[in-house]
């Protein structure tokens, strides 16, 4: 007699992407929004739709994060182009003057 064994699903969910984008047309016009998804390793999967106001919080998450890198680029480039920093004034935000989209 044959036994078949039913290999259960793993329950070891990862979060696998994470997508905002800015809605150039439609509903969302001039907004953000996007999808997040989660794998288990086992080719299951599931994705929700993040909606204009929860992107928003995760916008205002990271933009602190984003202004100091876009600065530390900003640094990057115009010393491997050999320019003055004279030349450029760059400085660094003040957290209360992060915009929040």
């Not at 996007?34 to 204009?52: D, L, M």
């Not at 400085?91 to 003057?97: A, F, G, N, T």
């Amino acid at each position: 007699m044959e036994t078949t064994q039913t290999k259960l699903p793993k329950d070891d969910w990862k979060l696998d992407s994470i997508k905002l984008d800015f809605m150039a047309y439609g509903e969302n016009k001039g907004k953000y929004e996007g999808k997040i998804s989660f794998s288990n390793g086992q080719f299951e999967y599931f994705t929700f739709k993040i909606n204009p106001d929860m992107a928003e919080r995760y916008i205002h998450l990271m933009s602190k994060d984003i202004v100091t890198s876009a600065n530390a680029l900003g640094e990057r480039l115009i010393e491997s182009l050999g320019l003055a920093k004279e030349e450029f004034k760059i400085s660094k935000p003040e957290p209360d003057l992060i915009p929040i989209i």
